[in-house]
């Protein structure tokens, strides 16, 4: 079974700072997409980025991008320019590939960001 | 915004009473899945479906149950609520698009007492 890892638990920035957050990946499957999403206070869960196993090229949406290391199983969230708003609780997640609808979700713990002003 | 709605939002029950949470989502999509977040265990897949009528276990599925009659309605119960189903659930859809992710809905936090 695969399983998610966030090591941090809370990490804090400065605003304007840049800050890394960590995700490490258990797998023996080839092909998968990984995902970060983001929660505020408001418990809703937004997806930030997405990356594709077979995509060398790191995914990056505006402020944010990943370093992904597929052969290290790590997927790490880049945030630069850090803004108050960025502040929330920051969830890993793995998919398989596949159809069926099986293809579920494996999340990390979290990762409890603060930006400082 | 991918349609999605779950009702009640909040609801205080007491041990041993039924409780159904409804997931709606407005957009046909046909995978449907219920998730619990609990404090440092993230969100973990209690039951999913992938059709009308077409459902299945995720990994913590016991105490609970689902059913699908409609596409666009996804039903969670609790038939006899516990403390320890004390969470906030969490309804997601996906679109049927290779690589597509999930699409969450507001929440539901259930107090049990």
């Known amino acids: 079974a695969q399983t998610v890892t966030q090591s941090q638990p809370e990490m804090s920035v400065q605003e304007a700072e840049t800050v890394t957050l960590s995700c490490t990946y258990d797998t023996s499957e080839s092909d998968y997409y990984l995902f970060w999403y983001k929660q505020p206070p408001s418990r809703q869960m937004i997806l930030v980025i997405r990356?594709?196993?077979?995509?060398?090229q790191n995914a990056t949406e505006n402020r944010f991008s990943v370093n992904f290391q597929k052969a290290a199983k790590s997927f790490s969230l880049k945030i630069s320019d850090s803004q108050l708003g960025d502040a929330a609780m920051y969830f890993c997640a793995y998919r398989s590939e596949g159809v069926g609808g099986s293809e579920k979700l494996v999340f990390g713990k979290g990762t409890k960001l603060t930006v400082n002003p | 915004d991918a349609g999605i709605t779950q009702s009640p939002r909040h609801k205080v029950t007491e041990t041993g009473t039924p409780v159904t949470l409804r997931c709606h989502q407005t957009e046909n999509h046909r995978y449907m899945y219920w998730y619990r977040q609990d404090p440092g265990h993230g969100l973990r897949l209690i039951h999913y479906s992938y059709g009308v009528k077409d459902t299945d276990k995720g990994e913590v599925s016991d105490g609970y149950s689902v059913s699908r009659s409609k596409t666009e309605d996804f039903l969670l119960t609790l038939e006899s609520a516990t403390s320890s189903q004390t969470s906030v659930y969490f309804c997601a859809i996906r679109p049927w698009i290779a690589g597509s992710t999930q699409y969450f809905g507001p929440g539901t936090r259930l107090l049990v007492l």
């Open positions: 990356q594709e196993a077979y995509k060398q």
